[in-house]
């Protein structure tokens, strides 16, 4: 019997242990025996739960438990999460996460250290939620070079310019309403500015191109300056207002990178994914784009991407997946005041209207006193 241990019981350190309880004989099946949950780590008290006796406090119970081999963590940010992570692959036990802003800002130094004690670091959740993504991207389009990504990468913000759009409701009402629905958060910073799709676009150029984007320094815009005229003026012009997290190699083997608000032509398969849906196109060289669509996130969908890689860490227990990228020295993010597009510009006094391609620095400077300006994708 294989053991394995929780980190975290929040929406998806819950759903893990779900996953694990409904789909066990599937499981068991699937990895050649049963797999147990012999742990769950949460400093609250949930003894009311059927599996209450599982519940420990102290991580050094599971980093000393040799039986545990694999470790989901689930406790999302910076901290104990990647203190109790680090530590966790030094004991010789894979860690499987959802947690994208680890991966995003430490991913490099902690595949590094699975790869010196061979075990697997593993973050399919950390991306599309319960869209199968990262793996395809490693193994199915391994043959490609990838030339660009793009792609809807936050549902929340998809959710609410999706209410604007449709029902010509306004931004902060909208917000309300994710709110009230469980699609954004109390605080929904990390989501209305861009930042959550900012970490998902620098962990897919990681694996794309090989070397480190560091979150903090690529360019980054949220949705909060979009306005109903905005939905208004794109509607006319026959486009769309969508939050896109992009990246696109040159010729020169550098990578533009970056999130922002663009306008997409209605009849772009982007342009119809609506609500809490994602969807990201990958071009690759060889089979050009291809597109990968469902909900990025959910307690089961998260949570079965997680159990997922847990599972592989299973099976590959003896020679571990092959995932790695550097730690940033090879200098890949182009400024983006080079990169040429063309734009939505909304004057005062004057309706939206479509420009010609220039590049960004140039429509930073003529455009400076627009009420709004957009790319356009």
């Given at each position: 019997?294989?053991?394995?241990?929780?980190?975290?019981?929040?929406?998806?350190?819950?759903?893990?242990?779900?996953?694990?309880?409904?789909?066990?004989?599937?499981?068991?099946e699937?990895?050649?025996?049963?797999?147990e949950?012999?742990?769950?780590?949460?400093?609250?008290?949930?003894?009311?739960?059927?599996?209450?006796?599982?519940?420990?406090?102290?991580?050094?119970?599971?980093?000393?438990?040799?039986?545990?081999?694999?470790?989901?963590?689930?406790?999302?940010?910076?901290?104990?999460?990647?203190e109790?992570?680090?530590?966790?692959?030094?004991?010789?036990?894979?860690?499987?996460t959802?947690?994208?802003?680890?991966?995003?800002t430490?991913g490099?130094?902690?595949?590094?250290?699975?790869?010196?004690?061979?075990?697997?670091y593993?973050?399919?959740?950390?991306?599309?939620?319960?869209?199968?993504?990262?793996?395809?991207?490693?193994?199915c389009?391994?043959?490609?070079?990838?030339?660009?990504?793009?792609?809807?990468?936050n549902?929340?913000?998809?959710y609410?310019?999706t209410?604007?759009?449709?029902?010509?409701?306004?931004?902060?009402?909208?917000?309300?309403?994710?709110?009230?629905?469980?699609?954004?958060?109390?605080?929904?910073?990390?989501?209305?500015?861009?930042?959550?799709?900012?970490?998902?676009?620098?962990?897919?150029?990681d694996?794309a191109?090989g070397?480190?984007?560091?979150?903090?320094?690529?360019?980054?815009?949220g949705?909060?300056?979009?306005?109903?005229e905005?939905?208004?003026q794109?509607?006319?012009?026959?486009?769309a207002?969508?939050l896109?997290?992009?990246?696109?190699?040159?010729?020169?083997g550098?990578?533009?990178?970056?999130?922002?608000?663009?306008?997409?032509?209605?009849?772009?398969?982007?342009?119809?994914?609506?609500?809490v849906?994602?969807?990201?196109?990958?071009d690759?060289?060889?089979?050009?784009?291809?597109?990968f669509?469902?909900?990025?996130?959910?307690?089961l969908a998260?949570?079965?991407?997680?159990v997922?890689d847990?599972?592989d860490?299973?099976?590959h227990s003896?020679?571990?997946?092959?995932?790695?990228?550097?730690?940033?020295?090879?200098?890949?993010?182009?400024?983006?005041?080079?990169?040429s597009?063309?734009?939505?510009v909304?004057?005062?006094g004057?309706?939206?209207?479509i420009?010609?391609?220039?590049?960004?620095?140039?429509?930073?400077?003529q455009?400076?006193?627009?009420e709004?300006?957009?790319?356009?994708l």
């Open positions: 019997m294989i053991k394995v241990a929780i980190l975290g019981h929040g929406t998806v350190g819950s759903g893990v242990y779900e996953v694990f309880d409904m789909n066990a004989a599937k499981i068991a699937a990895v050649g025996q049963p797999v949950v012999k742990y769950v780590l949460d400093l609250r008290d949930f003894s009311h739960l059927p599996y209450g006796d599982k519940f420990v406090s102290d991580f050094s119970v599971i980093e000393n438990d040799p039986e545990v081999t694999v470790v989901a963590e689930v406790m999302g940010g910076t901290g104990a999460a990647y109790f992570t680090k530590r966790s692959l030094m004991a010789g036990k894979s860690v499987c959802s947690n994208k802003e680890l991966v995003a430490r490099d130094e902690l595949l590094k250290i699975a790869e010196e004690n061979n075990v697997n593993l973050f399919e959740a950390s991306v599309g939620g319960g869209i199968p993504l990262l793996r395809p991207m490693m193994q389009l391994a043959a490609n070079e990838i030339v660009e990504i793009r792609g809807i990468l549902g929340t913000t998809n609410i310019l209410q604007m759009i449709q029902n010509g409701v306004a931004f902060e009402d909208a917000l309300k309403q994710a709110q009230a629905n469980g699609y954004a958060e109390k605080d929904p910073t990390a989501d209305i500015e861009g930042h959550d799709a900012c970490r998902k676009i620098s962990i897919l150029s694996l191109f070397d480190k984007f560091n979150p903090d320094e690529v360019p980054c815009e949705i909060t300056k979009i306005t109903l905005d939905i208004k794109a509607e006319k012009l026959g486009y207002v969508k896109i997290g992009r990246a696109v190699k040159c010729d020169d550098k990578v533009y990178a970056y999130v922002a608000p663009h306008l997409i032509d209605k009849h772009h398969p982007l342009a119809s994914v609506e609500d849906f994602n969807a990201i196109m990958i690759g060289n060889a089979t050009g784009d291809v597109m669509y469902g909900k990025g996130a959910g307690k998260t949570a079965s991407a997680v997922a847990m599972m860490s299973i099976a003896e020679k571990r997946r092959d995932v790695s990228w550097g730690s940033g020295e090879k200098h890949l993010l182009k400024s983006i005041d080079t990169l597009s063309k734009w939505y909304r004057m005062q004057e309706e939206g209207k420009m010609p391609e220039m590049t960004t620095a140039e429509a930073n400077k455009f400076a006193q627009a709004s300006c957009m790319r356009i």
